[in-house]
């Protein structure tokens, strides 16, 4: 379609500018996608022919009044003026060639007008809006939509699993990766489980069960501890994390001034671990309860170095013949004994499984007791059952008349330090079997054999089975049972001391008697470990701990509150 | 320069705000390095902190109501322009050693980071402060942006006048040239004050930029040699030295708009910024002790 627009100028004088255009339709505005360009037009107006000489005109952007009333739309006729903003507007007859003519006036007095806002203010929301809707936002955002956890949990819930903003934006820090964990660490409320209260021990003690207090609340003043949150010591949400307390302010804040704990007995001041700022270790000495620990043992704690004590096993024994190596080698290697050649590193890395007579000593110290008979042996650790074993067997020897033929005919077998048994004998066989075996359970426990290691009483009785008493023995396994110390990462020292790197802190070569206490004291860790050192510092927690292994339960202790108790548990 | 709100009473805010951030960093400094317990807003230092901080905020947006009461008696605004600026400066180390400088996607960073904005929009607010009214009286020389909008107004109904007197291309050029005129416009139209003029020339096609009224400078220049009559030749130097003042006054008026642009919407930032602060700082404050 061509187009005519026929733009009136001068001031009233009948000059006038004619320009063509082609299109679907006319459009004119101040917007720079119009074909006619009228600055100062709100928006774009849009003229299409209608009819033989009419034409419809629609306003984009903009209302303007016709005949009172706002509107954008018009229909157009020849020789019928329409007012728009700024300019007037007219059809005129299209001359030939032309689908549409139109005359345009601009009626906008002298007055400025350059199609542009020259202010900030009509261009930019007013501050008071901006405010409103960033701080409305914020609101929304961050505080209502987040709190709809604490009123309706489960929408919560899902509020968490959706990109959604919810609670975990109210998190003051990143939580330690063990927290990390579903259902802590990503439901706040397994730990705030109260607003506006912190965080509660139960809310502790609903996974942390095993947990101990820092003493025996039966023994100790408890009331000291009693208003000790468990997060008082253990800050979540810390950078740098900081959830296990490692500093040595945990201990001598209170363990450093001893007199303001009158109620604590034995307590020594601590404020460090150098000779002056540690007091001696204590030991835990075993002291046998009546003659022989015939009543059993009791833990005595003896602050004392350990080579001014002795320690009371019952035991008879010494390493320095046991490793030296003209005197004792290995039935197998015939070399020397190693102290690993008994002794076996717990799991735990600080204690050792218990030596025993099967495993470690009956491989030398047989208990044969019949040289017509050397691979039958005596049972260990049972006085009846050894003194019953050797009646049994010398009776049934001497009874069953084949065994008593075969005996006497037999050339026994000569151990030295061994008893000869008798091969024949005179008399019933009850008679004999029974003379026999007093007579091998005299040397036995009076002469080698149970003696040698073992402190044996006579008690002058008759019987076989009551004439002598093996006193126990119990050797002391945790001699430091408030401290924990890893053999293995000492034996890195290994590199200097090659195998005698146990010798290193165990004088044991030197040691020509059981009760010699083979535990090195404080000094022997001072060596590396003083502050003062500077080679390899410690901290309190590196041999001790707060939540002492015989505390009371902190589940016992803090009044568990059974709302905490898992579904379908029966409590404790 | 005008840094009389700088200066004021010999930088007695000044004085103050060092004080304030000295305060800060001693009480930082006095959480110490302990394993227990790393610094951050949670200690009773960091709660101290948090709390200068956050009435800081408080007191800092007063200014905006401090302003507005011009029968106050409550200082002098320029006084409270002074202490604005400097306390405002001193937040930032305030607010940034109470929280030790942790930071994460949270309520709390959030609110660190719009208070940042609203300081750093500030700093810049400052700048064209201090800068920028100079340059807006050299460029507009004694006479406000109305008295240059009404001598552009009557200069264009001059024009209009003489350009009756030309041939109808010159004056089909001349029209379009004065209706094509683009003064302001939106935002970045205003900042940035390109000459967006188009003039239409003759034989149709696309109106082509007319920046700086050059076009039509230029087209009547080279006409006026050519003028075969007395008269054609005056009204074509008229018109030449009517576009020459044109193009001056429009030049000066962009400039106007744009400086004036520059010296108003850092505010446009910094106010609705702080309500925004204020609105994450309640949220902060909240949701600490609600998940204490």
Not at chain 1, 302 to 311: C, F, G, H, S
Not at chain 1, 486 to 498: F, P, T, V
Not at chain 2, 159 to 169: K, N, P
Request: with cysteine; aromatic share 8%; glycine share 8%.
């Amino acid at each position: 379609m061509h187009f005519l627009v026929r733009k009136q100028t001068g001031r009233g004088s009948a000059e006038a500018l004619e320009t063509e255009y082609e299109g679907n339709r006319l459009t004119l505005g101040g917007a720079e996608g119009a074909m006619v360009q009228l600055p100062g037009l709100p928006g774009v107006v849009e003229i299409t022919p209608k009819g033989a000489d009419g034409a419809s005109l629609r306003a984009r952007g903009f209302r303007f009044e016709l005949d009172g009333r706002e509107v954008s739309k018009a229909d157009l006729q020849q020789g019928v003026a329409l007012e728009l903003p700024g300019h007037r507007l007219e059809l005129i007859a299209p001359p030939a060639g032309f689908d549409l003519a139109l005359r345009l006036e601009a009626t906008a007095t002298a007055a400025v007008n350059y199609g542009g806002a020259l202010e900030l203010e009509q261009v930019i929301w007013s501050r008071r809006r901006s405010s409103w809707l960033l701080a409305l936002l914020v609101l929304v955002l961050c505080l209502v939509v987040p709190a709809v956890v604490l009123f309706e949990p489960e929408l919560g819930a899902r509020l968490r699993s959706l990109p959604l903003p919810d609670d975990g934006m109210w998190s003051s820090g990143p939580l330690v990766a063990a927290h990390r964990t579903t259902g802590i660490g990503d439901d706040c409320q397994a730990c705030h489980t109260e607003p506006f209260k912190m965080v509660q021990d139960e809310a502790c003690l609903v996974c942390h069960r095993e947990v101990n207090e820092h003493v025996d609340v039966t023994v100790h003043p408890a009331q000291h501890f009693s208003g000790e949150r468990c997060a008082s010591c253990h800050r979540e949400h810390n950078e740098p994390q900081a959830l296990v307390r490692r500093d040595r302010g945990l201990c001598v804040d209170c363990h450093a001034q001893p007199a303001d704990w009158p109620d604590a007995e034995g307590m020594e001041a601590v404020s460090g671990f150098t000779e002056a700022a540690h007091p001696e270790f204590r030991l835990a000495l075993l002291t046998p309860r009546g003659p022989g620990g015939v009543h059993g043992w009791q833990v005595d704690r003896v602050r004392a170095l350990p080579e001014t004590q002795r320690e009371r096993s019952n035991l008879k024994f010494t390493h320095a013949v046991h490793m030296d190596v003209d005197k004792v080698q290995d039935k197998l290697s015939s070399e020397g004994l190693e102290c690993a050649s008994c002794h076996t590193l717990k799991d735990d890395g600080e204690h050792f499984e218990p030596v025993t007579m099967d495993a470690h000593c009956r491989s030398c110290h047989g208990l044969n007791f019949d040289s017509f008979e050397p691979e039958l042996e005596l049972p260990h650790g049972d006085l009846r059952a050894a003194t019953v074993a050797m009646e049994a067997h010398f009776i049934r020897e001497f009874t069953d008349p084949v065994l008593r033929q075969e005996r006497a005919a037999k050339k026994p077998r000569r151990v030295p330090g061994k008893r000869d048994a008798a091969g024949s004998c005179e008399g019933s066989g009850l008679e004999c079997g029974r003379r026999e075996a007093m007579s091998e359970a005299g040397f036995q426990f009076a002469e080698t054999g149970c003696v040698t290691c073992h402190e044996v009483t006579e008690t002058g009785m008759q019987s076989i089975h009551d004439r002598w008493y093996v006193e126990p023995i119990k050797v002391t396994g945790d001699w430091y049972p408030h401290s924990s110390f890893d053999h293995s990462s000492h034996l890195s020292l290994a590199r200097e001391q090659g195998r005698n790197v146990c010798e290193t802190c165990h004088d044991a070569s030197a040691s020509d008697q059981a009760a010699d206490i083979l535990i090195p004291g404080r000094e022997n860790c001072l060596g590396c470990h003083a502050d003062n050192e500077r080679v390899s510092a410690v901290d309190c927690v590196s041999c001790h701990v707060y939540h002492e292994a015989g505390a009371t339960p902190a589940l016992q202790a803090r009044g568990h509150d059974t709302a905490y108790e898992p579904a379908g548990s029966g409590g404790e | 320069m005008r840094t009389g709100m700088l200066n004021w009473r010999n930088y007695r805010y000044g004085k103050w705000a060092l004080l304030l951030g000295l305060f800060s960093i001693a009480l930082y400094v006095s959480q110490g390095a302990s394993p227990a317990q790393p610094p951050n807003g949670g200690t009773w230092q960091g709660y101290v902190l948090g709390t200068i901080g956050a009435l800081l905020i408080l007191w800092l947006s007063v200014l905006g109501v401090r302003k507005r009461s011009y029968s106050s008696s409550a200082g002098t605004v320029q006084g409270w322009t002074s202490a604005h600026i400097y306390l405002g400066s001193v937040l930032l180390a305030v607010a940034t050693l109470h929280c030790a400088a942790q930071f994460g996607w949270n309520v709390h960073t959030l609110a660190y980071v719009l208070m940042c904005l609203v300081i750093f929009s500030g700093f810049y607010g400052l700048y064209v402060y201090v800068h920028l009214p100079d340059r807006v009286a050299s460029n507009i020389v004694d006479r406000d942006r109305a008295a240059w909008l009404e001598e552009l107004g009557k200069l264009d109904q001059r024009i209009r006048d003489v350009a009756a007197g030309s041939d109808a291309q010159l004056q089909g050029m001349v029209l379009s040239a004065l209706e094509l005129t683009r003064l302001g416009g939106n935002l970045f139209q205003q900042l940035r004050a390109n000459d967006r003029s188009l003039v239409q020339e003759p034989g149709g096609g696309k109106p082509v930029s007319n920046a700086e009224q050059s076009v039509l400078i230029e087209t009547l220049s080279r006409r006026i040699p050519d003028a075969r009559k007395q008269s054609e030749a005056e009204t074509l130097s008229e018109l030449l030295s009517l576009f020459g003042r044109r193009q001056v006054i429009l030049h000066l008026l962009r400039r106007d708009i744009r400086l004036k642009g520059l010296l108003k919407l850092w505010l446009y930032f910094h106010v609705p910024l702080t309500f925004a602060l204020l609105a994450a700082l309640l949220v902060h404050i909240l949701s600490v002790f609600i998940y204490w």
